[in-house]
């Protein structure tokens, strides 16, 4: 990428590039581009995109997306169902089933029951975002040996990143008092950051730099904090920040009076519907649409997890192995037809691989009273 002096913080993140053409906004022929007349064709599309990146078969893919469908609605079911004996669930792709873990016995018959397999465990959902945010309210004192912590809900606890050694990231836990039974170290290579912001024919911010628009919600779409402060402006389409918030979170809402469509751009001539934001189980294949690298896939692998940004920590990402660079930041990321989250930034690259996090979709509509645009 070519070099430039970096106005604010905001611009070394998961470059802002990907948002125009990623939603496919119906803006005129500045993002023709997206094909935002054409039909939506999120099956064949996401099912094209999960065999290249995930090295599946076309039969494969089709049944995966129809397991982790079943899986999806499950879990919501189960989450209400159980309360606070729920302890976290993810797909199991292999067997295409839901593994459920849950704190007592009685609950595996609840879980039989919506056809999914239950693992007991100490430690209940609460009970590891209680340990989350022990760290997260110590996040200013974390080493920067330390990339990140997420929940892992396989293991039933919440794992701790570092670089070199483990004792640094074994004083920081015992500093924040967390348990130490709950935690477990993991050696990694990872330097998360918000790539940079890249110029380029997406929506601009300031006349200046570029950014991927998430997801169409009324008056507006939404995208990443980190791309604009509040009261930034945006070109093509024309609009502001109505809201911000980065570092802690990386969400905002820009409010354009132009159109926006439910859809996002598929990167093949089309687009891909648009129908809810229902949270998928982790485990699940995830895939992302930016200006940068187009639409690129991966699997779910937390989703309470917080990354050590240079600008700050953002906690209660979606941590995934899907790729992205510079100018995909902002965009958005689906699994199936339901909206998941808006890309915030990562380590590696699409050439070698990588980790890619996104802030939630919800939490950025419950932010800012938003209602999200379905097809």
Wanted: net charge neutral.
């Amino acid at each position: 990428m070519a070099s430039r002096q970096r106005p604010t913080p905001r611009s070394v993140l998961f470059g802002a590039a990907a948002a125009t053409a990623t939603m496919a906004l119906a803006l005129g022929p500045q993002v023709a581009s997206a094909a935002p007349d054409r039909p939506a064709v999120p099956d064949t599309t996401m099912q094209s995109a999960m065999e290249r990146d995930l090295g599946l078969s076309t039969s494969q893919s089709s049944a995966r997306l129809a397991a982790e469908k079943r899986a999806a609605a499950s879990e919501s079911s189960l989450r209400d169902e159980l309360g606070v004996r729920f302890a976290g669930a993810w797909f199991d792709a292999d067997a295409g089933r839901l593994q459920v873990a849950v704190t007592d016995s009685a609950s595996a018959s609840t879980v039989r029951s919506e056809g999914a397999d239950a693992q007991k465990v100490t430690r209940s959902e609460a009970d590891l975002d209680a340990v989350m945010k022990r760290l997260d309210a110590q996040h200013a004192n974390a080493p920067t040996t330390i990339p990140g912590w997420f929940v892992d809900v396989e293991s039933n606890r919440v794992v701790v990143q570092h670089r070199g050694s483990a004792a640094e990231a074994k004083a920081f836990v015992k500093e924040a008092g967390a348990p130490s039974a709950a935690i477990s170290y993991e050696a990694s290579r990872e330097q998360p950051q918000p790539l940079d912001v890249v110029g380029g024919n997406a929506y601009f911010i300031n006349n200046a730099f570029r950014c991927s628009v998430g997801f169409a919600v009324n008056g507006g779409f939404i995208t990443a904090g980190h791309c604009g402060a509040q009261g930034a402006t945006t070109t093509t389409p024309t609009g502001s920040f109505a809201g911000s918030s980065f570092p802690g979170n990386d969400y905002a809402f820009v409010r354009t009076s132009e159109t926006t469509r439910a859809v996002v751009n598929n990167y093949s001539g089309g687009t891909v519907a648009v129908r809810g934001s229902s949270s998928a189980p982790i485990g699940s294949s995830i895939c992302r649409s930016g200006s940068t690298t187009g639409w690129r896939c991966g699997t779910i692998q937390a989703r309470n997890s917080t990354v050590n940004y240079a600008e700050g920590s953002v906690s209660g990402l979606i941590r995934t192995t899907a790729c992205a660079e510079g100018g995909d930041s902002g965009g958005s990321a689906l699994s199936g037809n339901q909206a998941q989250g808006v890309t915030s930034g990562g380590s590696g690259n699409c050439t070698v691989g990588g980790t890619t996090y996104f802030q939630p979709v919800g939490e950025i509509l419950n932010a800012y009273g938003l209602t999200l645009k379905t097809s």
